[in-house]
């Protein structure tokens, strides 16, 4: 069983940025960000195939976000910049085998990270 473990996340005003960690107890080809907003579905973000050989992002944070991953701490990173309401969410790690991109389903989950958005 894999664990992963977001850090990182919180209260921020519009513009502002933040820097998520996943820890993870083992790597895995393809790791994920994910979130959800209240009352909607979880939804990928942003996705790293095998340390960055690829890397994915969905439209909404295209731009405004890098994703990266050190394989030596089996981390990974979410870079988000110019931070919006919209942003607000849980934000979690995701990861899984062989397959990789937004729409690749994962094997393993962590507990999630908050961010939060306000004026």
């Known amino acids: 069983q894999v664990q992963l473990v977001e850090s990182g996340g919180g209260s921020v005003q519009i513009g502002g940025s933040l820097n998520l960690t996943c820890a993870a107890s083992?790597?895995?080809?393809?790791m994920a960000w994910w979130r959800q907003s209240p009352g909607k579905e979880r939804e990928a973000v942003a996705a790293?195939?095998?340390?960055?050989?690829?890397?994915y992002y969905d439209d909404a944070l295209k731009g405004r976000a890098t994703i990266s991953q050190d394989n030596a701490k089996n981390s990974m990173y979410l870079q988000l910049n110019t931070l919006q309401p919209e942003d607000t969410a849980m934000y979690y790690c995701?990861?899984?085998?062989?397959?990789?991109?937004?729409?690749?389903?994962?094997?393993?989950w962590g507990q999630g990270t908050q961010v939060i958005v306000s004026a």
């Open positions: 995701a990861a899984r085998k062989f397959a990789c991109g937004l729409h690749a389903q994962p094997q393993y």
């Open positions: 083992a790597r895995l080809e393809c």
């Open positions: 790293i195939w095998r340390g960055g050989v690829k890397t």
